[in-house]
């Protein structure tokens, strides 16, 4: 990788792209590093892909886009086919391979699904009706916006320099909360680039939820146990 870092992340509506982008660029800044971060919500990534482009540098960045990402992080099998033309032959390509379904927005509802939120499950059987929501340390256990399905299509992945398979999504949903999904694909994503230390993210993640975490400091466990395994998970793969 050159001196700046390039990333690219996609996934459904309300998986946190976004707010992954948004404290990968805090956290730079607080390092004294320049950062770029540039939420996509136009009409080239219809269907409800959520796409964020964020570039990482000691020195000066220059286009606001790029046409290559140094890492890749589709999160939802649609991102996979939606952000191919970002992947070359240099990219570290990290996907979820959590076995589940496309997602359900259509492009009839472009512009609707982009808000970085965490609304009752839109993939329920009626996903006009609240369903009954279990609490985990004071917070409702909201789904993560997937249903069980075939996953991503192996077929699907571009040529790249590496390719990484977690299964984040199984890992909130089974061994954390299935809201710190997103907090999972952060800790991989600094373990990928290791342009940022952990506990210059963690920082940023007070400064971002402190005010949750100070009513519930369990929710501080929770989030850091959820970036450092996903750390590991690269680690472990790299």
Known sequence: MGNVIKIALAGEGGQGVQSIAEILAEAANEEGKNALYIPNFGVEQRGGVSIAFVQ???G??????????DILVPLSPRSVKRTQMYAGKNTVYIYDNSLVAEGEVGDSIVGLQY??????CPAAAE???DLQQDLIDGEPKTCSFTRPGPGVNPGDIPAVKKVIAIPANDIAKTDLH??????????AV?????VLPLDT????LEAKLGYKFKDNPKLREMNFAALERGYRLIKSAM
Request: aromatic letters at 8%; a positive charge.
């Open 56 to 58: 990482i540098s000691d």
């Open 127 to 129: 996903p006009n009706k």
């Open 190 to 194: 600094i373990a990928a680039t290791e």
């Open 60 to 69: 000066e960045i220059g286009a606001p886009k790029f046409q290559k990402a």
């Open 201 to 204: 993210i963690k920082k940023a």
């Open 178 to 187: 299935p809201r710190v999904f997103n907090i999972i694909i952060l800790g």
């Open 115 to 120: 808000f970085d939120v965490t609304p009752p």
